[in-house]
């Protein structure tokens, strides 16, 4: 029996769709809440010592990082540094996993308070591979999130209950 031989497709979706669910809550801020480091807050979400392939083109550089501790440090200072953030879904992950190699896709609306004044709101399409091993579960392996500017009221409908 191989490794991928054991890993119950069904299942796997199941759990990829909920930790990509996760995972972009997590980014989730309460007004003036003081944030825990990159790592133990996404500790559940990556494999730190494995090789990835992040892209998020709301970092104005428009950079490839191929570490999580790289793509840490070009945004969890300033996130740390927002009022407050929000996130909901205008749509669900879809999942189809392959052995063990799952890729899922969502988009997630975020509304971002810098605390200046100035909130703004983004729609996010969001599309990830994720990894199983043995003795993490699924991580994430390579992630391509674009964003597009989108009115706040409207965001709101998807970030409140």
Known sequence: MTHDDHIDQDAAAVTVARLQKEWILHWDKRPDQAL???REVFADFYDFDAPVI???DFDPRRRVFRSPQDYADAF???????RSAEHGFE???EVLVSG???ATRMVF????????GDVMA???INSQVWKH???????ISRDHTSVEAMDVEEARRFTRP
């Open 100 to 102: 063990d190699l799952a």
């Open 109 to 116: 609306i975020a509304v971002l308070d810098p605390g200046d």
């Open 76 to 82: 969890w200072p300033t996130f740390q540094q927002f």
């Open 122 to 124: 983004n729609r996010c």
């Open 54 to 56: 992040l892209f998020d």
């Open 36 to 38: 825990d480091s990159f």
């Open 133 to 139: 091993t043995d003795d993490l579960g699924w991580r």
């Open 91 to 93: 749509v669900e992950p």
